[in-house]
């Protein structure tokens, strides 16, 4: 996650002071406000957005509906997350927001209240910075990264009752969209902040699983599905716990070890859906070398084939994990490794132990496995070396 400031919960009034000097085009004094608030400033005057603004302007009927049944995957996608999210608000005023790229608001869960006040943005609502300036949609589209601009942090005036974060949600093909929380208070946001995260990295692995059901080739489609569906299960597991997690967090209590264990999940979905990645998508050019990190690539793969593993019982264990940094093309390593592997689980004798030895060997790097068995003895297995990197 992109974290664009160490600075938390700034100065509200000294905030506001800023804001009426920079809309009246006075100088402010440095540091008077987290740089990637002052860049959107800067952003939403240059592009003539108006500080005074009550509300964020909206598209019409017509055009909204369009939008809606254009972007109905994403928004299927993250329907129950934007649920969870709205219930660790609780009962504070919230709504928890989903927009697309181009900022536009796509859905939204909040509490009565919220839902009810017509002045609050709605589905078709414009919440790029040229439309609405600094803002937790907009911004975070902008900057490509996590960011939460409290109270007069945000540039037109008719949100500054607000405190918003925004998350950019990236899919197989590139961003496409915003996950967004809009609260009152600080107390609000820092309660509902790992779980914006962990639902953000969530839908993500959904949208890739998604995708990569159907564009893996023949030769991988058996063992891609296998593990497509060992990755759905293990996402439903997490949404459980970000679901009880939430509500356990809306009555009030410390839930911090759960949220911890459900953001490690969504983050190593997030890490094995890159790998997942790397191995289904199809070439659309000639092998690109580049130099990597052999024994990350290894374990990236470990963790995938962690399920499969135990269904034919057998384990992987780290004999030697040299590090050595190989130059090859990552789809073409990641896929001669994973098919090692499998040939070496479809070989082993369940009960038995998959040693792997990660290291330099005469000019490259060399991942060698070996079965040890439950008395005792080891047979070696393959072996893949790629080119070492100068």
């Known amino acids: 996650m992109n974290f664009l400031s160490n600075v938390r919960h700034p100065d509200v009034a000294q905030v506001r002071a800023a804001w009426e000097r920079y809309v009246r085009h006075e100088d402010l004094a440095p540091d008077t406000l987290r740089p990637y608030v002052l860049r959107a400033w800067e952003r939403a005057r240059a592009s003539g957005c108006n500080p005074r603004l009550g509300r964020a302007d909206l598209l019409g009927e017509?055009?909204?509906?369009?939008?809606?049944a254009q972007r109905h995957e994403v928004i299927a996608a993250t329907a129950p997350f934007l649920g969870a999210l709205s219930r660790a608000a609780g009962a504070s005023r919230h709504a928890a927001m989903l927009a697309d790229p181009d900022g536009r608001l796509l859905r939204l869960v909040g509490d009565a209240e919220t839902m009810a006040d017509e002045n609050?943005?709605?589905?078709?609502?414009?919440?790029?910075?040229?439309?609405?300036?600094?803002?937790?949609?907009?911004?975070?589209?902008?900057?490509?990264?996590?960011?939460?601009?409290?109270?007069?942090?945000?540039?037109?005036e008719g949100f500054h009752a607000f405190t918003c974060q925004g998350v950019p949600i990236i899919g197989p093909q590139g961003p496409v969209g915003v996950l967004s929380m809009s609260v009152r208070t600080l107390a609000t946001a820092d309660r509902v902040r790992d779980i914006l995260f962990c639902a953000t990295e969530a839908v993500e692995c959904d949208l890739l699983a998604k995708c990569l059901s159907s564009t893996s080739g023949e030769d991988m489609e058996h063992i891609l599905e296998r593990l497509r569906q060992d990755m759905v299960q293990r996402l439903t597991t997490a949404r459980l716990r970000m679901e009880l997690a939430a509500r356990r967090i809306a009555a009030g209590a410390d839930v911090s070890a759960m949220v911890q264990t459900s953001r490690a999940m969504s983050g190593q979905f997030a890490r094995q859906a890159q790998t997942w990645r790397v191995l289904a998508l199809e070439r659309t050019g000639p092998a690109q070398p580049e130099s990597m990190e052999l024994a990350d690539i290894v374990q990236d793969l470990l963790e995938l084939l962690a399920t499969e593993a135990r269904v034919v019982g057998v384990r992987f264990e780290w004999a030697a994990a040299e590090r050595v940094?190989?130059?090859?093309?990552?789809?073409?390593?990641?896929?001669?490794?994973?098919?090692?592997?499998?040939?070496?689980?479809?070989?082993?004798?369940?009960?038995?132990?998959?040693?792997?030895?990660?290291?330099?060997?005469?000019?490259?790097?060399?991942?060698?496995?070996r079965e040890r068995f439950e008395d005792g003895r080891v047979r070696q297995g393959p072996v893949v070396e790629s080119l070492r990197a100068a």
Not at 62 to 68: A, G, H, N, Y
Not at 123 to 133: R, T, Y
Not at 331 to 352: C, H, N
């Open 120 to 156: 609050f943005p709605r589905p078709g609502s414009l919440l790029d910075e040229a439309h609405a300036g600094a803002n937790g949609v907009g911004t975070s589209i902008a900057e490509n990264g996590y960011v939460e601009l409290v109270g007069p942090e945000h540039f037109i």
């Open 325 to 369: 940094r190989v130059l090859d093309d990552r789809q073409v390593l990641t896929r001669r490794l994973l098919g090692g592997f499998l040939s070496a689980l479809q070989k082993a004798a369940s009960g038995s132990t998959l040693l792997i030895d990660v290291g330099p060997a005469a000019g490259s790097g060399r991942t060698a496995l």
């Open 62 to 68: 017509r055009e909204t509906q369009q939008l809606l």
